[in-house]
């Protein structure tokens, strides 16, 4: 696709800009490959808690909203299709349906954010609160339930975090294509943004299907 | 090619900035050299400290006593580790060597590289402030309850660590990309050097085990400030866990450290004996073997935590598996030397110490991985030998080997090769009084981390202190003979300064000594077969 854009390679130059190119879309394949194995160490902590505790976390699970859940699910499958069309428009060097869909991809973050915080509110005035805050007693076994609400707000924490991330990368994506003109240099940090909101987005499908769905 | 009057890297700008903004990646090899030769002398004091309290053995009932001799091991392990042997090889001399190597001018992210030299440097003051100041008693390995509830600032160190994880994570993403991306025409994969296969496997290794001991000082963060109740008993956490994760990274960047190491070694061996390495395929797979299996077997750590039998079991097969590439490692050195042309000069009596070294870590790790034994040896001296064997025998010896050998590469100067031929047997000679002491320590039981010992242990810890002594003088005086290289106005002469070992790849015959700013007038283009037969010209 790149050799497309870049049709001359016959200097010394151009070869090393395709290659550099090239090298930045690896780069960002491996920086990727690094924030993948955080969360592989979360999900690790994760299997091996629900390995111990099967029948605990199967009965806390119970105490999250699943609805809420799936709403969220919904947003982020939208935001990482909206996303994918900004891209593709940008190809097209559509601007104008870039931005709308840039737009509608911030939209469904934050209306994201937005759920999830109704979520831990709601949390917060059960008690339903990770480790020694834990003061719902109306679970049995009070004192190893709360781990499962340990990894909830872990988990969900974390892809907070990697979401806020994400919508910067997307909000500076919007930035770069408004005020910038060089379209290799925007396409590819478009690219970019585009595949770390995909991993957010494969991240939370993980994290819905253990916490919600209880695999 | 190096009679100095033309401009260098090093004398092409000048001034302190030049250094410090600098994106050349040979002046950040160079940055990295000095700050990691630096740190790894402040580590050998802290070494030496330990080993003088261990020649007293003092019987100080003083709670206070006790958390100041945990602190001092601590940070020498945080200091070595993390500052010396990690950057080490890979930082230092990768850096430098990787794009001489593969024929281009630079590595591709140059400005990557720069930030991860900042982000060494933020991480090193941090951690620096911590040990001093941070009363961080928990032994390098920051075990779980204890590191949440002791004093310790666990806040500032994991904030020195993620730096340091973020530096060296920089590092292999930048040298994995170069690696794949901007090799001279015509160097195919089975071209590559093998240093630089070597730091690519390292830079895997790095790529994917770093995160996970991001997360889990994280972890030991919310744990200490949320009282989340993953690690600790009294909250319903499990311990072992915190040791799954920890040694999940702690393993594998032990290949991180000697896989580059082995590189060297395969680099001066085939040069000194003016043969190609026989058996490069083995090599380059047993390296990517190493590799990959090293992910898989940090469980050797713990054998007696309390995991289950089936668990140990399978650690014990696959930690025996990955002996085997490191043994045919060892064969294919052996039979480079055979029917080489042997010249004994420093580098080379280095990698002689290497090999023996090695060999004795790696069968004493064999012997700790048979778990009836591990049951003897875990956490007394015995342990403590292995890894200093590995790490400070064999990784820090192939890094002074490969200073060596590269040191006129990199500064056109030729260090007093008779002097440092002297200090490294002296080293040689200390590290085997010290550390071999600790073999027999650890075979009477000693525990480690203990500062007050047994009326029968005196004698070996003694032995133990003088060889430390003498190891340190040797590790200390070969690093003044490199920097008295500076000072030297040489007799020898420039035409065999600038290749003085006479090596034939790339690196060494198409970059003058020191190189050029953009390192080749015209890019290297190499023909078909060209490393395997570049000793037959």
Known sequence: ?215 | MSNNNYENYLSVKKGFFSWFYTLDHKRIGILYLFTVLIFFLIGGLFAILIRIILWNNFCSDSLIFAKYYNRLFTAHGLVMLFVALIPGIPSSLGNFILPLQIGTRDLIFPKLNLYSYYCFLIGILISVYCIFFGSIDTGWTLYAPYSITSGANIYLLSLAVLFFGTSSLMTSINFITSIIYLRAEGQGWLNIPIFTWSLFASSVIQLVATPVLGITILLLVFEKFFSLGIFDPNLGGDPILFQHLFWFYSHPVVYVMIVPAMGLISEIISVFSRKTAFGYTNLVFSSLVIAFFGLLIWGHHMFVAGQSEFSNFIFTVLTTLVAVPTSVKIFTWLSTLYRGSIKFDTPFIMSFFFIFLFTIGGLTGLMLNNISLNVWFHDTYYVVAHFHFILAGSVLYAFFAGLHFFWPKMFGRLYNVKFANIFSFMSFLGFIITFFSQFILGFQGMPRRYFHYLYQYKFMNRVSTLGAILTGLGFFLLILNLVLSFFNNSKNSALNLANPWNAKTIDWTETYSPPLEHNFINLPILKKDEYENCFKK
């Open chain 1, 1 to 215: 696709m790149l050799e497309n854009i870049f049709n001359r390679f016959d200097s010394e130059t151009n070869e090393i800009d395709l290659k550099e190119n090239k090298g930045i879309i690896l780069g960002i394949y491996l920086f990727l490959i690094s924030e993948l194995m955080l969360f592989f160490a979360l999900f690790f902590c994760y299997f091996f808690y629900y390995y111990f505790n099967y029948n605990l976390f199967k009965i806390a699970h119970n105490f999250l909203d699943i609805k809420i859940g799936l709403f969220n699910t919904l947003l982020m499958l939208f935001s990482s299709f909206t996303i994918f069309l900004s891209y593709e428009f940008y190809l097209s060097n559509d601007k104008k349906k870039t931005f709308i869909f840039l737009f509608f991809t911030i939209l469904f973050g934050i209306f994201f954010l937005y759920f999830k915080f109704y979520e831990y509110s709601h949390k917060i005035e059960v008690g339903l609160l990770p480790g020694y805050h834990y003061k719902n007693g109306l679970l049995p076994e009070p004192d190893r339930i709360h781990v499962f609400f340990s990894f909830y707000f872990l988990l969900t924490g974390a892809h907070i975090f990697h979401l806020i991330i994400g919508l910067f990368f997307v909000f500076l994506s919007f930035f770069f294509i408004y005020f910038r003109t060089n379209f290799l240099n925007n396409l590819i940090f478009l690219r970019f943004s585009n595949l770390y909101w995909h991993m957010v987005d494969i991240i939370w499908l993980i994290i819905f299907f253990l916490l919600y769905i209880f695999i």
